[in-house]
């Protein structure tokens, strides 16, 4: 497509419009203002001719994927492909989708002459984590006597992966993740004496009777005692739920900024729930755990079966950097059966969902039944808005905020109904504030290694 550029405007301004004026006025200048004037058109004709090829032999590159974090600012790199060599002016446009913020909506390089390729970095920022594709840009460049402008769409084949950003959850976390003993910070006692079966010895006296192997001893004729390590690699499934409840937006403190082109990409609890899930993968890799994911709504949509390493770790990254919540209800029957079927070995689970509807809650615990026996299990939710108990907050001063705090009430009894319904079946309940979520769940996964309960 050709476009005239504004140098056109100015001339046309300049000759046109002075000399078609002069010989509107004057007879006697009506034939010279019509040769100026059909001189400057036949030299604008010309050009515009010419200005259908001045794109000719330029391309672009992309890189396949690039990946980015949520947040931060990164960049990308561009590839300009000159195969005439000679020096030109091009601008390039990129439309960037609504969640990606570019520092320039349009960038103008000078390619240099002799050289068959440029490239540049174009910074932005993406605002919201998933998958974003890029499938062409505009060429733009000028004609030879400037009137015009040609303008060409190149094809380009761009995916921009968005991650969680993990740097201010990892800071916070940064004493437990310290390679000083077992976890971090200090050397804490393990409590127990293993759980894992590592061999024979001849009975020691002070030996409890509770681990003498009674069928070896009574082969070799004298006390053989069976000796027990620390388990050291353990199965840990974070289970995400991705239904409609978890679409909600989060309930930021009140130190918390969002800036205004921020709001509207505003954090919600399924973006919560995946940090904290990378955030335990990071924690359990340290450990030399085996880690693994599940996310569901009304099926299951991933199943990373737990393993160790950096590869298996952005494995599990990768399958969570593009989930996002469905408006559906929760199947808590399918999740539970196909646990019962995929995991064999007892492992910890740790559940990050959303209870706070009564009819889903009953369905949670009544299928609980069905894996509690087997693994252990972990409950995690963020805490609602307003749920705290009565008479816990001194600033009251009208009826609707004596009624408000009622309705608080009864949502945090709810609660603690369904953590002492959970705690009999063994289960451990907590809601936990949105800052403290990653904090809070490494801290429960600590716990549960230092006292060897998987």
């Known amino acids: 497509m050709i476009v005239p550029n504004n140098r056109l405007l100015i001339w046309v301004a300049i000759i046109v419009v002075p000399f078609a004026t002069v010989g509107t006025i004057l007879p006697s200048a009506v034939i010279p203002s019509i040769v100026v004037i059909g001189v400057f058109l036949t030299f604008v004709s010309i050009d515009a001719v010419a200005a259908r090829r001045v794109l000719d032999g330029i391309g672009t590159e992309f890189p396949e994927v690039m990946r980015m974090t949520k947040d931060r600012e990164g960049y990308f790199d561009v590839y300009i492909r000159n195969e005439k060599m000679k020096a030109k002016k091009v601008r390039i446009g990129i439309a960037f989708p609504r969640e990606i913020v570019p520092e320039d909506e349009t960038m103008l390089l000078d390619l240099p002459k002799g050289s068959s390729f440029s490239h540049f970095n174009w910074r932005c920022k993406p605002l919201r984590r998933g998958r974003y594709v890029i499938d062409s840009c505009y060429v733009e460049s000028s004609s030879y006597l400037g009137f015009w402008a040609k303008r060409a769409a190149k094809q380009a084949q761009l995916e921009i992966r968005v991650y969680p950003d993990l740097l201010f959850e990892k800071k916070n976390l940064a004493a437990l993740f310290l390679s000083r003993g077992n976890f971090g910070i ?23 009777y509770e681990h003498i192997h009674w069928k070896a001893t009574a082969k070799r004729g004298h006390p053989i005692t069976k000796i027990f390590q620390i388990e050291r690699t353990q199965e840990v499934y974070v289970l995400i739920d991705a239904s409609r409840l978890s679409g909600r937006s989060t309930m930021l403190s009140e130190k918390s900024i969002i800036k205004d082109d921020q709001k509207k990409y505003s954090e919600t609890i399924l973006e919560r729930f995946i940090m904290a899930a990378l955030v335990i993968g990071v924690a359990a890799k340290r450990q030399g755990d085996l880690f693994g994911v599940i996310s569901f709504s009304d099926k299951v949509h991933r199943f990373i079966r737990a393993k160790s390493g950096r590869e298996h770790y952005n494995s599990c990254r990768e399958s969570l950097y593009e989930l996002h919540s469905h408006t559906v209800t929760p199947d808590f029957d399918e999740l539970c059966s196909f646990i019962g079927l995929k995991l064999r070995r007892r492992a910890l689970l740790v559940f990050l969902t959303n209870l706070d509807d009564p009819v889903l809650s009953e369905s949670f615990i009544r299928n609980m039944d069905l894996i509690s026996r087997k693994h252990l299990i972990m409950v995690n939710m963020i805490k609602p808005r307003g749920t705290q108990p009565v008479f816990t907050d001194p600033h009251v001063k009208s009826l609707d905020d004596i009624y408000q705090h009622l309705g608080s009430h009864m949502l945090w009894h709810n609660f603690r109904e369904i953590e002492r319904t959970l705690k009999r079946k063994g289960i451990h309940f907590s809601l936990v504030s949105n800052e403290a979520m990653c904090s809070h769940l490494v801290s429960q996964y600590m716990s549960i290694k230092q006292r060897q309960l998987i």
Do not use: A, C, N, P
């Open 186 to 208: 200090h050397s804490q006692r393990q409590i127990g004496q293993g759980r894992d079966f590592e061999k024979l010895r001849e009975y020691i006296h002070g030996d409890s």
